[in-house]
Nanobody
Framework: QVQLVESGGGLVQAGGSLRLSCAAS????????MGWHRQAPGKEREFVAS????????YYANSVKGRFTVSRDNAKNTVYLQMNSLKPEDTAIYYC????????????WGQGTQVTVSS
């Protein structure tokens, strides 16, 4: 089992920044591919960003590319999502998730943290 706990959400004005953190425990963190997803009210959960095991390759949804940065610190068992130039449409609950390759589906999920961007 892997336990994931997100933090860092809150209320911010459009154009502002937030940094989300996701602390992992229970297994060897560096063995897990980590991702961030979000779910806005009335919408399905969507992919935001992900980072591979060795912090060498990142992926982003087109809607956040150039504004968000995903990173990880394997020594601290933590993955981060730096969000800049926030827009009202970024308002959602943000979830971190983990999967261990070669599994393709994310197996473990955090409880989520609310991000609200006011216009």
């Amino acid at each position: 089992q892997v336990q994931l706990v997100e933090s860092g959400g809150g209320l911010v004005q459009a154009g502002g920044s937030l940094r989300l953190s996701c602390a992992a425990s229970g297994r060897t963190f560096s063995n897990y591919f980590m991702g961030w997803h979000r779910q806005a009210p009335g919408k399905e959960r969507e992919f935001v960003a992900s980072i591979n095991l060795g912090d060498t390759t990142t992926y982003y949804a087109n809607s956040v590319k150039g504004r968000f940065t995903v990173s990880r610190d394997n020594a601290k068992n933590t993955v981060y999502l730096q969000m800049n130039s926030l827009k009202p449409e970024d308002t959602a609950i943000y979830y971190c998730a983990a999967r261990r390759p070669p599994t393709k589906e994310y197996t473990y999920w955090g409880q989520g943290t609310q991000v609200t961007v006011s216009s």
